[in-house]
């Protein structure tokens, strides 16, 4: 098994460091490699500057998505949510990011990521800022569109450019063990630690299930 440090962290409390175990790694196929969004690209007709190393506000790839709620058990209006990790030695400001999906949008506001792999590294953002429907986790952003439960598509942009995707699917006319990503209903979903990297997380092999319902 095997334990990532995160906010979310599947279903402990956003006060601790460690993860939970994760059931095995599904997935046979090589996993979505997330060409609807190329890092590092402004967008079409944008002349954004890549950040300057350093800066306040991260560069591609320094800033990745690690953990995904997409089909929690109950409301999904209510319970959905997403983890971002800072993977740098150093703070990051998303001040000017923005998140979004397919269908909507969030402005990330005055979060600082610290660096290291605490809490303060990591940020979560969810459909509901509610900690008793969240099982206590701090909520640092709530967003209003929805994930979808079979495909969808994450994307962090900095000032235009194109910090990271996560495009999840899954194939619910294949056995499960050969779905791009897994196939989960009231758990998260976690990348493997040792594959935190913008490349790393669009490959469904490198991400797990959580061992235990998130919510009841």
């Known amino acids: 098994t095997m334990t990532p440090s995160g906010a979310g962290q599947g279903m402990m409390p956003a006060g601790n460091t460690g993860g939970p175990g994760m059931a095995g790694m599904p997935g046979n196929n090589a996993g979505n490699t997330g060409t609807g969004g190329i890092p590092g690209q402004p967008e079409p007709g944008g002349m954004a500057p890549l950040p300057e190393p350093g800066g306040p506000n991260p560069g591609v790839g320094e800033i990745i998505f690690t953990e995904i709620m997409y089909n929690p058990k109950g409301s999904d ?16 400001s998303l001040e000017d990011c923005v998140i979004s999906d397919e269908t909507g949008e969030v402005t990330a506001g005055e979060l600082v990521l610290e660096p290291g792999v605490g809490r ?9 800022a509610d900690a ?3 099982a206590n986790i701090t ?7 929805a994930l979808n439960n079979n495909s969808d598509r994450l994307t962090l942009k900095c000032g ?4 990271d995707v996560v495009d999840y699917d899954i194939d619910f006319n294949a056995n499960e063990g050969n779905a791009n990503f897994p196939l989960t209903d009231g758990f998260s979903i976690s990348l493997d630690p040792n594959h935190q990297t913008a490349q790393g997380n669009d490959n469904g092999r490198n991400w797990c299930i959580a061992r235990k319902t998130f919510i009841e």
């Open 139 to 145: 909520v640092d952003g709530v967003f209003e569109f």
């Open 160 to 163: 235009g450019v194109v910090i």
């Open 77 to 92: 209006q209510a319970s959905e949510w997403f983890e971002i990790h800072n993977l740098t030695n150093r703070p990051l």
């Open 120 to 128: 303060a590294s990591f940020a979560v953002f969810a459909r509901s």
């Open 132 to 134: 008793q429907v969240l």
